[in-house]
């Protein structure tokens, strides 16, 4: 019995995630962070890369490689303030499926170090900047 199976395996970690996208997508600093307006395929990678990481299929491996969070979110811009939005919704979406305390605070522990380990910069959000420059509709290009 692996941590991933005693949560509840896939169908609780999908609904964690659909949970925190559904808060990312209300959120004014990081969903224009995301490449893509939708955020279904990136839903779709943090869902397997979690059921990675507690001991279930190894599915994000085989698609994705390693996963080298840092330099997958070096091109982010994730200021303390970006890492504790980033945490709230994730805090809503633990809150949501209701583990037992021990699971949660286990699964809680773990996001918040590897969040805090992903900060890489402690500039203000930009009006504009690289994070931003996929969005053509702003008609910028820097
Ligand atoms: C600290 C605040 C964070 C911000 C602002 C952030 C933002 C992002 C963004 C914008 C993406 C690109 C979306 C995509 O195309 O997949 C992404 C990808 C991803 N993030 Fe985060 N993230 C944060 C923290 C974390 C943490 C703590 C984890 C893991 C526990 C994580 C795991 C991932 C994974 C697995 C991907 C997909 C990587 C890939 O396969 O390309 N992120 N993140």
Known sequence: MTFYDEIGGHDTIKRMVDVFYQEVALDPVLKPMYPEEDLGPAAERLTMFLEQYWGGPTTYM????????????????INPDARDRWLTHMRTALDDVQLSPMHDAAFWDYLERAAHML???FEPTPEIGPSRAHRPDLGLTS
């Open 119 to 121: 900060v890489n910069t």
């Open 62 to 77: 085989d698609k994705r490689g390693h996963p080298r969070l840092m330099l997958r979110h070096q091109a982010f811009h």
